[in-house]
């Protein structure tokens, strides 16, 4: 039987896995401010070119938000617009700080996050606490890649030099967690703090994911 891979570095998605998010708080955001339907908005909102560029330094808040006029259908100045991305951030996965502080004493911790500029700013103050053990954040619009195109998590493994197979990446996205692997890097599909808890006592207990 093959022996696994040593895991040198752990690098974590942001939302999802350390930050609770519910898009669903923007839409009822938004929809306050216009005096219409949440659902109505969720039913327009798309992941659509301009949500891409915004994500990869592309296109800036203003150009995205004007976009967003045009798609939602609602005529909301840029502060509302910014306001209800900034719902979305609920609170930390409970009993993620303690997690990150154990495994960060074996191995160097790694975030790498698709967002957009001012989205980063934000919880990068709200949440500068947790985020402490970290040796360096990457977020999409600083590196102009998104997850889970494999030239991103390239780009993210030449910079903390470290080969991919021995990068552990935790995502609740499927597809970055199959973009990952793609790449040759070991990867945990997180669907609840367990996985993550899991994964991390596996590395104390073998040295490998």
Not at 28 to 49: E, I, P
Request: net charge negative; proline share 5%.
């Amino acid at each position: 039987m093959p022996r696994a891979t040593p895991v040198d570095a752990l690098l974590f998605d942001l939302g999802g896995v350390l930050i609770e998010i519910d898009f669903g708080r923007a839409f009822a955001h938004w929809a306050r401010c216009a005096g219409v339907d949440a659902q109505l908005l969720r039913s327009r909102f798309k992941t659509d070119d301009f949500y891409l560029r915004h994500e990869t330094g592309h296109l800036d808040a203003a150009g995205y938000f004007a976009s967003l006029r045009q798609s939602l259908g609602v005529d909301l100045p840029d502060t509302e617009f910014e306001a209800g991305w900034g719902d979305i951030l609920v609170r930390e996965v409970p009993g993620i700080r303690p997690l990150l502080s154990e495994a960060a004493k074996e191995r160097p911790l790694y975030l790498f996050s698709n967002t957009n500029a001012s989205h980063h700013r934000l919880w990068a103050s709200r949440y500068a606490e947790l985020l402490a053990p970290f040796r360096r954040v990457f977020v999409s619009s600083e590196l102009g890649k998104r997850k889970p195109a494999p030239e991103a998590f390239h780009a993210v493994a030449q910079a903390i030099d470290v080969p991919p197979e021995r990068i552990l990446f935790f995502d609740d996205t499927l597809e970055n967690v199959n973009g990952a692997r793609a790449v040759g890097m070991q990867a945990i599909h997180v669907q609840s703090i367990a996985d993550t808890e899991r994964a991390i006592a596996r590395l104390r207990d073998t040295g490998a994911a």
